[in-house]
């Protein structure tokens, strides 16, 4: 199975900053990688699909980027309602597999 | 608006068998299909497989194949999973939920989850 990657597990930050969040995989998917936000005790929400496509209902602030086993998730100014835990996940070989997550916390 | 509801919370004893329904809403069910995610405590989510909802057809991960079965009812617009043979390590939050296949478009969605307890 493919192996995904996020290290930090958990990052600080504070309002108003950018935040990159990165995910590797144990080798190349192209670009067939997605992205969720999870909050506590919620299921998780998908954010971007094909390593950078907004689904409709996600804000600009949200971007994806990078192909082959290096990508990164950037939220360009943070606002309280991103606190949450981010999941990384590679759709190319089956099964698909998900990073172990990066927790966004308040500074 | 795309939407999965699933059933309720189930307490299970070991050895026994889970059996959990999502029905989907908002969008063109048989074109897309359904997979079921388990989530443990604190653990990163784990595929536990898909159904295609036009044919039935079903691809389950190594790791539930001996254990799971998902099946569909297309008027009914729903997905049924169930796993059999529970044990303690089965506790965990189980979501239906659409996930990117190809590159192309599809209705981004995820049921509210259905927390299993297995304890006897």
């Known amino acids: 199975d493919i192996q995904m990657t996020q290290s930090p597990s958990s990052l600080s930050a504070s309002i108003g900053d950018r935040v990159t969040i990165p995910c590797r995989a144990s080798?190349?998917?192209?670009?067939?990688l997605a992205w969720f936000q999870q909050k506590p005790g919620k299921a998780p929400k998908s954010l971007i699909y094909?390593?950078?496509r907004l689904h409709d209902d996600v804000p600009s602030k949200f971007s994806g980027s990078g192909s082959g086993t290096d990508f990164t998730l950037t939220i360009s100014s943070l606002q309280p309602e991103d606190f949450a835990t981010y999941y990384c996940?590679?759709?190319?070989?089956?099964?698909?597999?998900f990073g172990g997550g990066t927790r966004v916390e308040i500074k | 608006e795309v939407q999965m509801v699933q059933s309720g919370a189930e307490v299970k004893e070991p050895g026994a068998t889970v059996k959990i329904s999502c029905r989907a809403s908002?969008?063109?069910?048989?074109?897309?299909?359904m997979h079921w995610v388990q989530q443990a405590p604190g653990r990163r989510p784990e595929w536990m497989g898909l159904i295609d909802p036009e044919d039935g057809k079903t691809t389950y991960a190594e790791k539930f194949k001996s254990r799971v079965t998902m099946k569909v009812d297309r008027p009914a617009r729903t997905v049924y999973m169930e796993l059999s043979s529970l044990r303690s390590e089965d506790t965990a939050v189980y979501y239906c939920?659409?996930?990117?296949?190809?590159?192309?478009?599809?209705?981004?969605?995820w049921g509210q989850g259905t927390p299993v307890t297995v304890s006897s």
């Open positions: 908002g969008y063109t069910f048989i074109d897309h299909y």
């Open positions: 094909a390593t950078s």
């Open positions: 939920t659409t996930l990117a296949w190809n590159n192309n478009p599809y209705p981004a969605g």
């Open positions: 996940q590679q759709y190319h070989t089956y099964p698909p597999t």
């Open positions: 080798q190349s998917i192209g670009n067939y």
